[in-house]
């Protein structure tokens, strides 16, 4: 085989790396760009869903308007596949709004769990661990 030979196919096999190495960085960047860009858009719209409930939610509403309010958000908003809120009320009560995908609004008021002792319980507990410990 002649130098030239050798040559070419040595520069072919060079160009042919440089293609394939630039193809894959530009795709990865590519990439992180597009998923960048995906999860601040999507920061941004949660943002801004939260300062308009927040806004709706200073005001008192019943649970129909809340479910109400969140189905014009889902109009509004069609990338949103899930919402779901928590909150407490004035009364100390959590109320509960999840909007599920291509469901109805369920608002929902989850009761506080009780404490399983009694006050006469703790106090027993509490002199048997200070006993146990020596003081």
């Known amino acids: 085989m002649?130098?030239?030979?050798k040559l070419i196919?040595?520069?072919?096999?060079l160009l042919l790396l440089v293609i394939l190495t630039t193809t894959l960085g530009g795709w990865l960047m590519l990439n992180?760009?597009?998923?960048k860009s995906v999860r601040e858009d999507a920061q941004s719209t949660a943002n801004a869903i939260a300062n308009s409930l927040e806004e709706y939610l200073q005001s008192e509403h019943s649970d129909e308007?809340?479910?109400e309010r969140l189905e014009s958000i889902r109009r509004r908003y069609l990338w949103v596949v899930k919402l779901?809120?928590?909150f407490a009320t004035e009364e100390g009560e959590t109320v509960q709004v999840v909007l599920p995908v291509g469901g109805e609004v369920e608002v929902s008021r989850p009761?506080?769990?009780r404490h399983p002792h009694s006050d006469r319980a703790v106090q027993?507990?509490?002199r048997r661990?200070?006993?146990d410990h020596g003081e």
């Not at 002649?2 to 030979?5: A, G, Q, Y």
């Not at 992180?32 to 998923?35: H, L």
């Open 2 to 5: 002649k130098i030239r030979t």
């Open 9 to 13: 196919g040595l520069l072919s096999g």
């Open 32 to 35: 992180s760009r597009v998923q």
């Open 65 to 67: 308007e809340v479910a």
């Open 84 to 86: 779901a809120l928590s």
């Open 111 to 113: 009761k506080t769990p």
């Open 124 to 126: 027993y507990e509490a």
């Open 129 to 131: 661990s200070l006993f």
